[in-house]
């Protein structure tokens, strides 16, 4: 267990639709991490957040949104979803002690778009 | 950006075999983390290592981060070491982002 945690684990929706998946990370850590998983792009950052502040974005669409709370957990939004959006999103959480940390992951929600 | 290869794609083992797998990285890193994803999609971390060797049970590790190359060694592989092996690796500077590798996906036969 590393301490991550995400829901839901499943998701199955329609096109079109909206979702949104939220992540709890390891008690005192301040960075938030958001992958995917695809078939076709393996696994790819989509965007950091450290303590509350956005702070890098990778290949993230624009119909997708993310933000962390006071609480420090993080919520990623997905709208006018695709068939090409069905993915592995995981979450990961670091410490507060520089760029060294280790990235620990969530068990991630499989999201299926139909 | 960084490039992370790994190889091989696909390994197929007996139970009880030994294996290496190898990571390749194109730029100076200062993270550089192993993991297994069980067929259950779960991404176990396995080790943190961008420099020098750490062993946890039947799993080694060693980072050789001049020469830009990480290897996980395997030793009397089990069935459930099966699933996929990646590494991963974050610049050493500008963002904090791991990128991955294309993994090897590993079989273990009884």
């Known amino acids: 267990d590393s301490g991550v945690t995400q829901t839901p684990k499943h998701l199955i929706t329609a096109t079109g639709q909206r979702v949104t998946l939220r992540c709890s990370p390891r008690s005192g850590d301040l960075s938030v991490y958001w992958y995917q998983q695809s078939l076709d792009q393996g696994l790819q950052f989509l965007i950091q957040?450290?303590?509350?502040?956005?702070?890098a974005k990778g290949n993230i669409l624009e119909r997708f949104s993310a933000q962390q709370f006071p609480d420090l957990h993080s919520e990623l939004n997905l709208s006018s979803l695709e068939l090409g959006d069905s993915a592995l999103y995981f979450c990961?959480?670091?410490?507060?002690?520089?760029?060294?940390?280790?990235?620990?992951f969530g068990p991630g929600t499989r999201l299926t778009v139909l | 950006g960084i490039q992370v290869e790994q190889s091989p794609p696909d390994l197929i083992l007996q139970e009880g075999a030994n294996s290496t797998l190898r990571c390749n990285f194109s730029d100076s890193v200062n993270n550089l983390q192993w993991f297994h994803q069980n067929p259950w999609g779960q991404l176990i971390n396995l080790f943190y290592?961008?420099?020098g060797t750490k062993q946890n049970g039947r799993l080694s590790a060693t980072t050789v981060a001049t020469e830009r190359y990480s290897l996980l060694y395997i030793s009397s592989s089990q069935t459930t070491d099966s699933g996929v092996y990646f590494c991963?690796?974050?610049?050493?500077?500008?963002?904090?982002?791991?990128?991955f590798g294309t993994g090897t996906r590993l079989l273990v036969s009884p």
């Open positions: 991963a690796a974050r610049l050493n500077t500008g963002f904090q982002k791991l990128v």
């Open positions: 990961a959480s670091s410490g507060n002690r520089g760029r060294t940390d280790t990235q620990y």
């Open positions: 957040y450290y303590n509350g502040e956005e702070r």
């Open positions: 290592i961008p420099s």
